[in-house]
């Protein structure tokens, strides 16, 4: 079981984009919800994870450029990221954790922010 991401692309420095993810409909107890990116020759990082009360803690780096959000009737992730420069460049893959299962997450969507 996968996660599907979408949203990435190629942008200019200080323009924005919508990440999106979204869990199966048979995925049930769906609890912490987030974000990872990997840059090219760079160890993977948490960008951003929202609580299932909605409480959202960031990466220090997302300097309030971010925000995470969720659906749950949808069972969908969004990250809005504003701002973006070039060390925003990577790799972004969602996360879901669970309730009686192991965590999902998805293959990622490529980022590329040019200056």
């Known amino acids: 079981v996968q996660l599907q991401a979408s949203g990435g692309g190629l942008v200019q420095a200080g323009e924005s984009l919508r990440l999106s993810c979204k869990a199966p409909a048979t995925i049930y107890g769906i609890t912490d919800m987030g974000w990872y990116r990997q840059a090219p020759k760079s160890q993977r990082e948490l960008v951003a994870m929202i609580s299932r009360a909605e409480i959202a803690n960031y990466g220090p780096f997302v300097r309030g450029r971010f925000t995470i959000s969720r659906d749950d009737a949808k069972k969908a992730v969004y990250l809005q ?8 460049t990577a790799v972004y893959s969602c996360y879901v954790n669970r309730i009686g299962g192991p965590p999902l997450q998805g293959q990622g969507t490529l980022v590329t922010v040019s200056s």
């Open 81 to 88: 990221m504003n701002k973006l420069g070039t060390e925003d």
